[in-house]
Every structure is written in structure tokens, then in C-alpha cells.
């Protein structure tokens, strides 16, 4: 045994000292050179790159291998530098000068790979084809470092590299680890099967910073600006395609600076094919902020697509990682001013589109998720949501939303939401509820567009409010409809007169219709409780009103009714002034037009208390408790109490707006002061006042058209029962079933009138006392009267009239023009006849007594009378006879009457006596005989025609007369002018047209042997003009002191035509003698007449006198000078003018001449 040891240690000693010889002497044996070249061309040859070797080792000790040191590799695509590389090969194949390499090691290898624009993609499929049989050797690296170049441009730098390579004829193996600008340490595990390509292995990473990650084409959907991410990843490449399986982490701590992710676990798989690629998310759980979920990521077919889901996000931290970003994005800008936060839950994300940015376009998406929490920021309109839950949905831009949230004082119940995010024409779909206050929604209404916001401009409302909006149509041309439940929301707008308290009901606007349903309106107005709507779409707006019912204060509606020219007008003219106002109903459908509402509205309401003006009665009324309705145009009141002048009443009616009807119903009391003042206004005379007060148990009033009906019942304050109807239209008046009682006495009369005539029915009995009982003052029945009697007056068919029956009493006065008092009466009909036996009575101071009778004719009634009177006053009967104008025709009359007045007065200052005569009446002429009469002591006889011709024919014939008595007469003032006898002889006639003076026919005579005149104008202005001539000086008389005697007065004259024609009048008296001669006209007085006025003196004084008068008297013979004078104008107001001896007429020269039977000449004077 110890020999074997022996043995053995001297063979390891032997064994030692020939490996310590060959290593010393190998370097030497061996040609280095030749290998370091023949190694270069080999592997310059592999590689087709130019390879390098700086120098060449060998080293035996302890291991045997070679050493190269600079070993410079450069091709077009890369450089690789390699401070030292060592070979151990094996030691065998050396001496047969052969390498045979089975490990080496790279120390500090450095490889530079500079990729090409547009070249070839890189195919690991023709990468490993090209691999030539590898050996079985291994390989160490360290201290590497791996760099690739684009044009310069650094895109991937691995420094701290090291690796450990081990190959055989088939596959790879690799293990390394290395640093890079954006990891702290990446560790990369592969196997490497060459002769069927595939690849496998394993790759971790540390501290990833993808921020700083730079690869050509490579974009972040964000804009990352630090992570920190822990990677691994197991992979396969088979086949052309590579299946990674992978697993990101992000610390929880959050270090200073470090943004967008953090705490987070990523886990999932990547395929890659030469057509597509898919990256497959398994489980991702992201805690700051949180996001759970899977989702797939896959390029096929040209297209990217997406597939997302999340089982929950929370926005709202992620929101804040993203914030920094969003100064670089203006798309994330806006959607994150937008979107403030949220919870998200099961969403579920698909997208496809040809570039991955485009995946996030609204168009690409297909979008669903469970919203928690989420806040939302418009602009326009302005709002600020928060606290939004519900369900999102978005697909190919169209956008769906239902769920709740609220604002920061208002809650949304329920939103249900649908809108195009990028086709503004797609169909538009907006509904929510929700509850708050009108102070916070109005900005937000006013922010919806410029025109709201013009529309609502001043507008303030404060108060709870709940509604709904919806919103229809599209982006471009949306369709708004909101419904409004105020609780007490307070309105104030300038163009409302006071301010609006609305609660309860439902306010509903949509495009151009407002419609409210039960909401109640207060406020200093009052309260009102209103149903409408209101479309203003059309022209012009139609609204329909449902219900309108509250209590209205009219004093603060007053001013808004005056803005209204209409209103206006009606206020001021019935100082309408009212407390408060119950509307009871109010409805009306229709266009909003006064035709309209006038015919379709439907008004109730009471009014408490109020008053008015009537202008019709100038009357001031009060009234409360007072019903009123308003339907087709139809104004009704009533029943309520009334207050006029102390009157109280019932009273109800209708009033007809559109045609003016009316009807009117009531009862009540009137008072004194009332009736007193319906008398004033109305003229009633004094003798018709009732006794007040007056009961009126009934009364009904009815106007239609220009038809009226009445129906009364009243009893007087004396007890006096007084009923009827009235009826009254154009061309009828009735009065039906009247009633007069009192004490046992009953009248019941009725009357009727329409154009064909008159009927009157009259039957009874009726005393003094019951008008005493009816009337303050009987207006004239002091007996009584009893009557059976009906008058049918047919004007237009005269023999259909029939009187029947009597009537007969006294005395009484007439109600009629002049109040005729009647002693009595008594008629009795008879069939066609009306006989009147014994009518005596006056009419003022005119007295009469008639007897006749009326009998029917064919075509009018005859009349056959006798009148008897002592007085008769025509001017006084004129005036209170005197009728108005009417335009209806009345009955025609033909007949005759006979006449005796004792005392006729034609006017007031002259009448006829003595007259006897008859009367011949046909309708529209007529003809007077005056048998007999006197006139100022004239016996007169004539006929006067009456018509459209008039005619006067007088007949005067007085043989003996004094002008005292004739004259004081005629004079005004009953003074005697002229006193003296005379003589008088007239027949004249006066006819024509238009008056009597138009033509005249016939002749006066006037003598007068002598007298006196008094006092006569014409001839005393006469005597003044000629009493300062020399002539007549001292000759005229003074006819006021004196008088003008005469002795002798003569007029003759003819009628003729329109004027009276004096042939001849001479004037003879003391010292002076007149001569005339012209013509009067009639009716105006009008004078053309010629005087010669002739003193009575010596011929030497006449003679004297010439060249002073102008008038010579020559020749041996005495002869006579006179001088003519014109007189014109009337015979009030006369003017005298001198006349030329040329223009003296032959007629009144000769006149002269012969009444004095002297020689005369006139002279001119020179």
C-alpha cells in the first residue's frame, strides 16, 4: 500500500514538472501569430465584417487558453470592441495546429448597433436561418455595454451588462443582467433552439421609468413623465410568433416626484406574429389609484383593437395623476375640465380603429361602466355636478347615461342622457329629475345660450323647486321641454308689476309652449290657482286655459290692467274700484286675439265688495257679494245686493257684449233719493213722481238688437199695486197686461203701436184716490172714470179699425202736450164709427166743447165735428200743441168741422171776435171759411187756403169809422195815432208757394175828410228833413208838441204782385201840403216812394227865396212851388234824398196840379 502511494506521487511529480516544462516552452512551440491571423480572416469571413486583433496570448498555467486584447469587430449595421477576450481551448488539437475552443470570456465588450431608416424590419425567423452549426462552448460577459444608433440618435443604451452564453450544435443558452437610463436592472434568461427557430426564456426588470423609455414610433396614449415599475416576463418565439407572459408592479410607496401609477400589479400575456399582435391583460390591479380589471390590447388586420374591463376606477386619483399632463394635451385639457371625478365600476371598454390614438376617439368607442360619485364641470350650460351614479354607456360616439346626482344645492334624482359626442345632427335625448333651489338653477338656465340668457335677463327667483328637463332633436337644433314643480318659489322680473310666489303644480315648457297644470300664483295680487298652456309657435299664440280658480286683490291689479288701452278706457269711465276678487273658473281655447277670447272665454268669479260709476245714469253704485259670469260674449251678474242712493237691491242679469243685449232681474226697495234722481236725469214732470220707497217685487229687463222687453211688479209706499209688460222693437210698442190696483179699484189696460197703428184696451175703474196712493201729487184725475173700451187704429188699412165699447168720467187732465184738463167726457164705439157725445174742457186759457164722431173710410178716416168755445188762443195752443218730427206715418184724416168762437186771439196783441166758420181738412191741404169775424172793429170776410199753395182772400167794408178806435187796436201800445173819422173799402188777395206775399191782386181805399195825426214815424223823420229849409221855415208844425192837423187825407192803391202800388196819396194841412205816389214792398217794408212837399206863401216871398231852394216861379200869373223829395229804405229806418225837377214823374206832377188847379213849373236851379 505504501508502495502505491510511493509510486503514485512520483508520478504526479513527474507529471507536474513536464506540465510546469510545457508551459514554459508552448509559447514557443507554438506560432501565435498565425493563429491571431488565421482567427481574424475566420471570423472576418463568418461575420463579412473587417475583425481585428490587437495581440494574442497564451497561457498554460493553471489552465491553458489564449488571450486577446483589443479585439475590434466593425460591420455597416454594428462595432463591437472587446477590451479582452480569453479562450480556453483545447490543449490536444494545438499541437495539431488546430483551435478548438469550448469557453471563453468577454471582458468590457461593447457593442454599437445603428439601424437604417426604412430598412428591412428585423425577422428573427431569417435571423436564426442564418446561424451557422454552433460548437458546444460557453461564454462569459462583463462590464458590457450594448448602444443602438438611428442616425445618430441614441434609442437604447444597456450598460453594466453581463452574461453567461453557453451553445451546442442546436440551442443557446443566455443568462445576463444589465443597467439602462430607464431601469435600475434588467435580467434576461433564453434559450435559443437553432435548428428549429424558437426562442423561450425569462426577463425581469426593476424600476422601470417609461418616461424615459425612447423607441422610434413608439407614442404613450399619455405623456408620461415618471414611473416606477417592476417587470417580468416569461416568453416563447416558435414558428414566427411570440408569446410573452407577463407581470408589471408598482410600488405603493409613493416616492417624491413619482406620478400616474403607483401601487399597482399588472399581469397578462403578449402574442406577436408576422400579421398581428395581442397584448392580453389577465389581472390588473391598480390601488393608487384604484383600477382593477382585464383587457386586451391587439394590432390584426390593420386595425388596433381594444377590449377593456374594469371591475372599478377611481377617477378621481386618477384624474390627479393626469392633471400634469394635461398642459401638453388639449384633448385631456378638456376632458379632464369636464370630468372631475368619479367612481367607476364593471366598465367595459371596446374600441377599433386603425391607429392606436384613434381608439380613444368617441367615434371608435364602445363603452359601458357603473358611475359612482362622479363629478362633472359644463360650461355652458354652467354646471358643476357632483355625487353622479348611475349607468354610462358609449357607443360609436353615442353617448347614454341613467342614473342620479346632484348640484351643490340641487339633488338629481334620475338622468337619462343620450348624446353624439361628434355628429351634431345625430338624435339628441336629455331627461332628469331633480330637486333644489331656483337660485342656483336660474345661472345655470342663463348659461344654457346668449339668447336665454337675454330672455331671462333681471330675472331673480329664490325658493325649493322640483322638475324635469328633456331635451330632444339634436346638437344643432335642439329641442328644449322642462316641467317645474315650485314650492314656494319666489319671481321678481322687471316686466311684472309685483313680485310672484309659485308652489305647487307643474310649470311644463317645451319648444314654443308653456302649459301650467294646478300651480298656485301669490303675491301681493292676491292667490290663484291656475291650469294652461300656452303656444306661441303660431301667429298668434293660441292658449288654452283649463282652470283658473283663487282670490284676487283688484287695488294691485289695477295697475296692470292701465298698461292696456282697453282696460283703460273702461276704468276711467266706470271708476270700477273693487276689494278682492274670488275667481271661482276660468277656461278658454283659442287664439290669442280679442275676437278670440271674447267668444270663447269662460269666466266665474264673485266679487266681495266694490263700487262703480254709470255713466248712462250718471249714478254711483256699491255692491257685495256679487256674482259674475262671462261666456260667449256674455256678460252675467248676480243675484247681489246693490246700494244706489239708498236703494237697496237684488238685481241679475246678462249682458251682451257683442250685440249689446241685456237682461236685467231683480227686486228691492228705491228710494226717494233715487226716483228723485231718475226724475231729474229723465225730466219727469212732478205730477208722475211715485210715493217712495217703492217695492219692487219684480222686475225683468231684456234688450236684443234694438228690441226691448219689460215685466214690473211694484207697490208704493201709499199701497198702490202697479204691474205690466213692455215690449218694444223697431216699428212695435207694447205694453201687455197692465195692472192698476188699490183700495177695490182695478184698471187693466193695455196698449199696442206698430206701423199699420195703434190698439188700446182699457177696462175698469179708476178714482182719484188710487193715483193719490201711486203718486206723490195726483197728476189730474180728481173724479174717476170707467172704461170698456178697445180702439184698433189701422192707419194703413183703415177699414180694418174697430172701436167697441165706452168710456166716459171726470174731471181729469190729459197726459198729453199741454196738459188738457177735461170737465168730462164720454165716447162709445161703434163698430167703424167713434162717436164722441160730450167733450168739455181747456187747455190753458182756451176753452172748448167738441162733439162729433170718426167713421173708417177705405183709404182714411172722416171726421165730422163741432167745436163751441168762448176763448180760443191759437198762438197759446200753437206752443202746446206744438209736436215733434217724426218719420212714421200716422193715420191720414179727411173730414169738416164747424166753428163759433166767441174770442179768437190770433197772437198776443190782436184777434178776431164774432167768428163764425168751417173747417175743410184733406190730408196735406186744407180750406177756412171765415163766414163772419171782426178785426179792430173791422167786419171781415174771407178764405184761407192751406197746402203746398197758400192762398188769403179778405173782404173789408166799413163805411163809417173813427181811427181812435181802429188805431188803439192795431197800435202795440194801444195808442190812438190819428184821430179822425175815415172811410175804408179793401179787397185784396194773397197767394204763392213759400208765402203769401208772392203775388198779390186788389185795391184799398182810405178817405179821410179831417183830423189829427198824434204821432206817426215816417211822417215826423219827413218833417225834419224839411223844416231847416228856408222854404218851409216856420211853416212845418212840431208833430210831438203839436200834432199835424189835416184837412183832408186821401190814399188810393193797388195790389200787384209783391208789392202795394200807392196811385195817389196827398196829405193837406197847416203851411205845407204832400203829395206821394210809389211803391211799398211786401212783407219787409221796403219804401221806393216820391214826395212833393209844397209851402203855402206870398209869391214875393217865394220869389225871394229862389236862389236858395232851387225852385222859380215866373210869369205875369201867381204860381205854385214844390219840392220833391225821394224817400228809400224801410219804413223803421227811411232815408230822404232831394230830387231832380227832371226826375218827378208825370204821375204825381199832374196829382199836384189837379188837386189844386194852379199853374205849376219846376225849375232847375243853375
Not at 219684480?698 to 238688437?705: A, N, T, W
Not at 168730462?824 to 166743447?849: I, N, P, Q
Not at 184733406?922 to 199753395?949: I, M, Q, S
Not at 188847379?1157 to 236851379?1165: E, F, G, K, N, R
Request: net charge positive; with cysteine.
Amino acid at each position: 500500500m505504501k508502495k502505491f502511494l510511493k509510486i503514485s506521487a512520483l508520478v504526479l511529480g513527474i507529471l507536474l514538472l513536464l506540465l510546469v516544462a510545457l508551459s514554459l516552452s508552448l509559447p514557443y512551440l507554438v506560432n501565435l501569430s498565425a493563429i491571431k491571423d488565421r482567427v481574424a480572416r475566420r471570423l472576418s469571413h463568418t461575420l463579412r465584417a473587417e475583425v481585428s486583433v490587437k495581440t494574442l496570448r497564451l497561457k498554460v498555467f493553471l489552465r491553458p487558453g489564449l488571450s486577446a486584447e483589443g479585439v475590434r469587430i466593425k460591420a455597416p449595421r454594428y462595432l463591437l470592441t472587446v477590451k479582452s477576450l480569453k479562450l480556453y481551448p483545447e490543449i490536444l488539437p494545438l499541437f495539431h495546429r488546430q483551435v478548438l475552443v469550448r469557453d471563453f470570456s468577454l471582458e468590457a465588450p461593447q457593442l454599437k448597433v445603428y439601424l437604417s431608416r426604412g430598412g428591412k424590419p428585423f425577422r428573427w425567423q431569417e435571423f436564426l436561418k442564418k446561424i451557422p452549426p454552433l460548437p458546444t462552448l460557453s461564454a462569459r460577459l462583463s462590464q458590457g455595454q450594448i448602444q443602438v444608433f438611428r442616425e445618430e440618435v441614441l434609442l437604447l443604451d444597456l450598460s453594466d451588462l453581463a452574461a453567461e452564453v453557453s451553445t451546442q450544435p442546436e440551442q443557446v443558452l443566455l443568462e445576463a443582467s444589465a443597467r439602462a437610463p430607464f431601469l435600475e436592472r434588467i435580467q434576461l434568461k433564453a434559450r435559443l433552439n437553432t435548428r428549429e427557430p424558437g426562442l423561450e426564456g425569462r426577463l425581469e426588470a426593476s424600476h422601470v421609468d417609461l418616461s424615459r423609455f425612447r423607441w422610434p414610433g413608439l407614442t404613450w396614449p399619455l405623456p408620461l413623465e415618471k414611473t416606477d415599475l417592476s417587470l417580468s416576463v416569461a416568453y416563447t418565439y416558435e414558428e414566427g410568433g411570440l408569446v410573452a407572459g407577463f407581470l408589471l408592479t408598482a410600488p405603493c410607496v409613493k416616492p417624491e416626484g413619482l406620478r400616474l401609477i403607483s401601487c399597482a400589479k399588472l399581469e397578462g400575456q403578449l402574442t406577436y406574429g408576422p400579421a398581428n399582435w395581442e397584448i392580453l391583460l389577465k389581472d390588473f390591479d391598480f390601488r393608487e389609484p384604484l383600477f382593477r380589471g382585464e383587457g386586451r390590447l391587439a394590432w390584426e388586420k390593420g386595425f388596433y383593437s381594444l377590449d377593456l374591463k374594469a371591475e372599478e376606477v377611481d377617477f378621481s386619483g386618477l384624474r390627479e395623476r393626469l392633471l400634469p399632463f394635461s398642459e401638453k394635451s388639449r384633448g385631456l385639457s378638456r376632458f379632464l375640465a369636464r370630468v372631475k371625478g368619479g367612481r367607476f365600476e364593471e366598465v367595459d371598454l371596446k374600441a377599433r380603429a386603425r391607429s392606436l390614438s384613434a381608439c380613444f376617439r368617441p367615434e371608435n368607442l364602445i363603452l359601458s361602466a357603473r358611475v359612482r360619485e362622479g363629478a362633472l364641470s359644463l360650461s355652458r350650460p354652467r354646471l358643476e355636478v357632483s355625487g353622479a351614479r348611475g349607468i354610462l354607456s358609449l357607443v360609436a360616439g353615442d353617448l347614454t347615461f341613467k342614473g342620479a346626482a346632484r348640484l351643490r344645492k340641487t339633488r338629481i334624482s334620475s338622468a337619462a342622457v343620450r348624446v353624439h359626442l361628434k355628429d351634431r345632427k345625430a338624435p339628441l335625448s336629455v331627461k332628469a329629475r331633480f330637486e333644489g333651489e331656483a337660485a342656483e338653477l336660474l345661472p345655470v338656465a342663463r348659461s344654457a345660450s346668449k339668447k336665454v340668457q337675454k330672455a331671462l335677463a333681471g330675472l331673480e327667483a329664490a325658493g325649493p323647486l322640483a322638475g324635469e328637463v328633456l331635451i330632444s332633436g339634436t346638437r344643432a337644433a335642439p329641442r328644449v321641454s322642462l316641467s317645474l314643480r315650485p314650492k314656494g318659489v319666489l319671481v321678481k322680473d322687471p316686466r311684472l308689476p309685483f313680485p310672484l310666489k309659485a308652489s305647487g303644480g307643474i310649470f311644463r315648457f317645451s319648444g314654443k309652449r308653456v302649459s301650467l297644470s294646478g300651480l298656485s300664483l301669490s303675491g301681493s295680487f292676491g292667490e290663484v290657482v291656475t291650469s294652461l298652456s300656452y303656444d306661441f309657435s303660431v301667429r298668434p299664440a293660441r292658449i288654452e286655459i283649463r282652470e283658473a280658480r283663487g282670490r284676487l286683490k283688484f287695488p294691485a291689479l289695477q295697475p296692470l290692467f292701465l298698461r292696456f288701452s282697453s282696460a283703460r278706457r273702461l276704468l276711467e269711465t266706470y271708476r270700477l274700484s273693487l276689494s278682492e276678487v274670488d275667481l271661482e273658473a276660468l277656461s278658454f281655447k283659442g287664439p290669442l286675439s280679442g275676437k278670440a277670447l271674447r267668444s270663447g272665454l269662460i269666466l266665474s268669479a264673485r266679487l266681495a265688495s266694490g263700487a262703480l260709476y254709470l255713466p248712462s245714469l250718471d249714478l254711483s253704485a256699491s255692491f257685495s257679494g256679487l256674482p259674475v259670469r262671462y261666456q260667449k260674449e256674455t256678460l252675467g251678474f248676480g243675484p247681489g245686493s246693490f246700494v244706489l242712493k239708498e236703494s237697496r237691491l237684488q238685481l241679475s242679469g246678462d249682458l251682451d257684449l257683442a250685440g249689446g243685449g241685456l237682461s236685467l232681474r231683480g227686486s228691492g226697495t228705491l228710494s226717494s233719493a233715487l226716483l228723485e234722481h231718475f226724475y231729474r236725469r229723465y225730466k219727469v214732470d212732478p205730477r208722475f213722481r211715485l210715493k217712495a220707497p217703492l217695492e219692487v217685487h219684480r222686475f225683468e229687463l231684456s234688450r236684443r238688437d234694438q228690441g226691448l222687453t219689460a215685466a214690473f211688479s211694484a207697490v208704493s209706499s201709499g199701497g198702490a199695486l202697479l204691474e205690466g209688460r213692455l215690449l218694444r222693437a223697431p216699428g212695435l210698442f207694447q205694453l201687455q197686461e197692465g195692472h192698476l190696483a188699490y183700495a177695490g179699484e182695478d184698471l187693466h189696460f193695455s196698449y199696442e203701436k206698430t206701423p199699420e197703428g195703434f190698439r188700446t184696451i182699457l177696462k175698469g175703474r179708476l178714482s182719484g184716490k188710487t193715483l193719490a196712493a201711486l203718486f206723490v201729487k195726483n197728476p189730474g184725475l180728481s173724479g174717476d172714470f170707467q172704461a170698456d173700451l178697445q180702439l184698433d187704429f189701422r192707419t194703413e188699412h183703415p177699414l180694418l179699425s174697430r172701436f167697441e165699447g165706452r168710456l166716459s168720467g171726470g174731471p181729469l187732465q190729459v197726459p198729453y202736450n199741454g196738459w188738457p184738463e177735461i170737465e168730462h167726457f164720454a165716447l162709445r164705439g161703434r163698430g167703424r164709427s167713434l162717436e164722441v157725445s160730450d167733450l168739455k174742457g181747456r187747455l190753458g186759457a182756451s176753452d172748448f166743447k167738441l162733439s162729433g164722431q170718426l167713421e173708417v173710410a177705405p183709404r182714411n178716416f172722416r171726421f165730422e165735428a163741432r167745436l163751441i168755445s168762448r176763448h180760443l188762443d191759437l198762438s197759446d195752443l200753437r206752443k202746446r200743441l206744438k209736436k215733434e218730427k217724426s218719420s212714421s206715418r200716422g193715420p191720414v184724416f179727411v173730414g169738416h168741422a164747424t166753428f163759433s168762437v166767441a174770442d179768437l186771439r190770433l197772437g198776443p196783441k190782436y184777434g178776431l171776435s164774432r167768428v163764425e166758420g168751417e173747417l175743410f181738412y184733406r190730408p196735406g191741404r186744407g180750406r177756412v171759411v171765415l163766414k163772419r169775424g171782426t178785426f179792430c172793429d173791422l167786419p171781415l170776410r174771407g178764405e184761407y187756403l192751406f197746402g203746398k199753395a197758400k192762398a188769403l182772400e179778405l173782404s173789408v167794408l166799413k163805411s163809417q169809422g173813427e181811427f181812435e178806435r181802429l188805431l188803439t187796436c192795431l197800435s202795440p201800445e194801444k195808442e190812438a195815432l190819428i184821430r179822425g173819422s175815415y172811410r175804408l173799402r179793401a179787397e185784396v188777395r194773397f197767394s204763392g208757394t213759400r208765402s203769401l206775399f208772392e203775388s198779390g191782386e186788389g185795391e184799398i181805399l182810405l178817405v179821410s175828410p179831417s183830423g189829427r195825426i198824434e204821432r206817426f214815424g215816417l211822417l215826423a223823420k219827413l218833417l225834419g228833413f224839411l223844416s231847416p229849409i228856408d222854404l218851409f221855415r216856420g211853416q212845418v208844425p212840431s208833430l210831438e208838441e203839436e200834432g199835424f192837423p189835416y184837412q183832408g187825407l186821401s190814399v188810393k192803391a193797388r195790389l200787384e204782385g209783391p208789392k202795394i202800388h200807392v196811385q195817389d196819396a196827398h196829405l193837406e194841412g197847416p203851411g205845407l201840403r204832400l203829395f206821394a205816389s210809389g211803391d211799398i214792398y211786401l212783407p219787409n217794408g221796403r219804401l221806393d216812394l216820391t214826395v212833393m212837399a209844397s209851402p203855402f206863401k206870398t209869391v214875393d216871398t217865394i220869389t225871394s227865396n229862389i236862389p236858395l231852394v232851387g225852385f222859380l216861379l215866373t210869369g205875369k200869373d201867381k204860381m205854385l212851388v214844390s219840392f220833391p223829395v225821394g224817400v228809400r229804405g224801410t219804413y223803421r229806418d227811411p232815408k230822404f234824398v232831394p230830387l231832380d225837377p227832371k226826375a218827378i214823374g208825370q204821375e204825381i206832377f199832374g196829382l199836384f196840379k189837379r188837386v189844386f188847379q194852379l199853374p205849376a213849373q219846376i225849375v232847375t236851379p243853375k
